[in-house]
């Protein structure tokens, strides 16, 4: 082999490892959705119920804020608000991955006050998501219960993913769920 063709082999080999690399961290941050329509594959999210000591108008609105009010400084690194309608609001919500890495998922968010919260997916690692959060009241207290689906494309290889994705997305959701539930109780403790 010459050194001129051993030059053009790494080249393409630097090329293609450069381009796997890239369409990695587009799948995993969102920046580049992969919606085929091929081979969907759907699996449950959630069923996280969370019992909170507040009203559930009290509860609305602290899951409402960073949508319908004011974000604040801490909230606005997580959510920003891209097109504000009467009822619902188009959202880029950023989530952490380690370093310097961080998904980017857009989400309309649809309120139906006082009892529930709707997201749909827009874009992000997977196709495919639809959630709602449900606020019923119960005994003085207020049961909110997360439920969603997740659906990705492809098949296995789909599945093996929307695995990966739903574990984190479960995470982050039941992070952001005790982060409302501290907040709803310390507002209604007054």
Do not use: C, N
Request: proline content about 4%; glycine content about 12%.
């Amino acid at each position: 082999m010459t050194g001129r063709r051993l030059a053009h082999l790494t080249a393409w080999a630097a090329a293609a490892g450069a381009v796997a690399v890239g369409g990695w961290a587009g799948l995993v941050s969102g920046a580049l959705p992969a919606d085929l329509g091929v081979g969907r594959r759907i699996r449950k999210l959630g069923l996280q119920p969370l019992d909170i000591a507040a009203p559930r108008e009290v509860i609305f609105d602290v899951i409402g804020q960073p949508y319908l009010g004011r974000t604040t400084r801490a909230m606005r690194e997580k959510v920003r608000v891209l097109e504000r309608g009467g009822d619902m609001v188009l959202a880029a919500h950023h989530t952490p991955l380690g370093g310097r890495w961080k998904a980017v998922t857009v989400e309309t968010v649809r309120f139906t006050r006082p009892e529930r919260v709707d997201f749909r997916l827009v874009r992000g690692p997977v196709p495919y998501v639809v959630e709602s959060f449900t606020l019923t009241e119960r005994d003085g207290a207020t049961r909110l219960l997360y439920e969603g689906e997740l659906g990705t494309d492809l098949w296995r290889a789909g599945q093996w993913w929307g695995e990966k994705v739903a574990k984190r997305w479960e995470a982050t959701v039941a992070d952001s769920l005790a982060s409302v539930k501290e907040e709803a109780e310390r507002r209604a403790r007054g």
